[in-house]
């Protein structure tokens, strides 16, 4: 063979991140290709089948002819369908002007930091926090400004962390509550204090990623920072099918924002992806006027299962877990001295056979903890917690 040229890429190449969620899925993959047994709680997706009637929605939408190209920002009663869906969970009116439904929750991160972020600006984000925030700024061009997760606050947003980062450069702020990887869960007279500051400055724009705003715990009401009428006009809603649904392989999401960035972030779609399917528009409608009950169902298991692993855990030597009050992750602190977080990640895959993410995933601060996700069943986790434990024990 011969050898292929230097790949020569563009500079701003240097600057996308990845998700290592997947990276250590591809490796749990290829062990077991290999004739290794391997628990997965890595990858953050619902164990359970997209409910039926969804499915059927999406089966007659394709025979009714839903599969053809359809309007960048969404087939216009789709959108409708989100407005409605988003204005009766949040209390407030939304139009359907005000919503792109794009393929997956990625997308609108990408462009809604494309459409408003160059060098020069600063975005403060959540760190730990969905790694893809931090890529996707540093793409842009801008600067990314970590704002601490603490463990010491049960992983709550500190109101005083995001105001003491806010400076004349800052053009975005990235809001996540329940998030990910930690599970914390930020209350309203939390947040409200970080609104009001915020209401002082007219220049920076806030996106709140909702994704997991249905798997809330122990009495836990969302609270969206859409609903205060004051800064709604700043606000960029983040939302979708993938975890409320179990339909992560359908790629469907959305975002919510006033009409004039709304039609630019269609415009990004037309030079990328053209359109979100048609007929998983029809299952997405669905899912929204549907029964509910397959959501309860899930949420009842989610709840049986955090409580389960966080006391497991917790009896681990070396390891402190908070119990979580929403999404479907837990962030346990452990101290294993002279080991790393990703190399402890990388031990628990190879000798324990247990695929989990290093805190340094998901951002700097996550140094000294793992996540876990108890989307798996009761007998997968102690599977899979018996493992770590004796991996951890190996290590002290």
Known sequence: MTSLPELNLATRMGRLGTETAFEVLARAKALEAEGRDIVHLEIGEPDFDTPVNIREAAKKAIDDGWTHYGPAAGQPDARQ???????????????????????????????????????????????????????????????????????????????QDVISRITDKTKLVILNSPANPTGGYTPKEELDKVIEVLKKHPNIWILTDEIYSRLLYDGCEHVSPMSDPEIRDRCILLDGWSKTYAMTGWRMGYGVMRPDLCAQVSKL???????????????????????????????????????????????????????????????????????????????????????CLSGT????????????????????????????????????
């Open 81 to 159: 369908c989100v407005a409605d869906y988003v204005g009766g969970m949040r209390g407030i009116e939304v139009s359907g002007d005000e919503v792109c439904i794009v393929p997956g929750g990625k997308p609108i991160m990408f462009y809604v930091l494309l459409a408003l972020c160059e060098a020069g600006d600063e975005v403060i984000y959540p760190n730990p926090g969905f790694p893809i925030y931090e890529s996707m700024i540093q793409f842009s061009g801008a600067t990314a400004v970590p704002c601490p997760i603490r463990f010491e606050n049960e992983f709550a947003l500190d109101p």
């Open 361 to 396: 995933a998901f951002g700097e601060y996550g140094e000294g903890f793992l996540r876990f996700s108890f989307a798996a069943s009761i007998e997968t986790i102690d599977e899979g917690m018996r493992r770590v434990r004796k991996v951890i024990e190996g290590c002290l």
């Open 269 to 355: 779609m037309v030079n990328s992806n053209s359109c979100t399917a048609s007929f998983n528009q029809r299952a997405g409608m669905e899912a929204l006027t549907g029964p509910q009950d397959a959501v309860d169902t899930m949420l009842t298991a989610f709840d049986e299962r955090r409580k389960h692993i966080v006391d497991l855990l917790n009896d681990m030597p070396g390891v402190t877990c908070h119990l979580p009050k929403g999404a479907f992750y837990v962030f346990p602190k452990v101290d294993v001295p002279g080991v790393t977080s990703k190399e402890l990640q990388e031990k628990i895959l190879v000798e324990g056979g247990v695929a």
